[in-house]
């Protein structure tokens, strides 16, 4: 079993920056992709960015592209997020998650584990 485990949220005014991170434990993902997710309240989740097992693919949503890049080291087994100029609506609750298919899948079907979630809140 993997246990996928946020931190770094927190509350950051409009044009800051926040670096999420992401430590699994129970087993190496090294093989696994890796994804990052978000919820708002009253909304889906969504898909947010994704790197492939091995750190050379990711993809994101259109939302973020410029601002956010993911990362990972895979020595570590751990994941990032680092988040620039954040806006007041990426704020949400948001979720790590891994995949065994190591490919950079957007949709949350796709994602064998999770993460509790970390809280970002942008104020404006």
């Known amino acids: 079993q993997v246990q996928l485990v946020e931190s770094g949220g927190g509350l950051v005014q409009a044009g800051g920056s926040l670096r999420l991170s992401c430590a699994a434990s129970?087993?190496?993902?090294?093989?696994?992709?890796m994804g990052w997710f978000r919820q708002a309240p009253g909304k889906e989740r969504e898909f947010v960015a994704a790197?492939?097992?091995?750190?050379?693919?990711?993809s994101y949503a259109d939302s973020v592209k410029g601002r956010f890049i993911i990362s990972r080291d895979s020595a570590k087994n751990t994941g990032s997020l680092q988040m620039n100029s954040l806006k007041p609506e990426d704020t949400a609750v948001y979720y790590c998650?891994?995949?065994?298919?190591?490919?950079?899948?957007?949709?949350?079907?796709?994602?064998?584990?999770w993460g509790q979630g970390t809280q970002v809140t942008v104020s404006s």
């Open positions: 998650a891994a995949n065994r298919y190591g490919g950079v899948w957007s949709s949350i079907t796709e994602y064998d584990y």
């Open positions: 129970g087993r190496t993902l090294s093989r696994y992709a």
């Open positions: 790197i492939n097992w091995s750190g050379d693919s990711t």
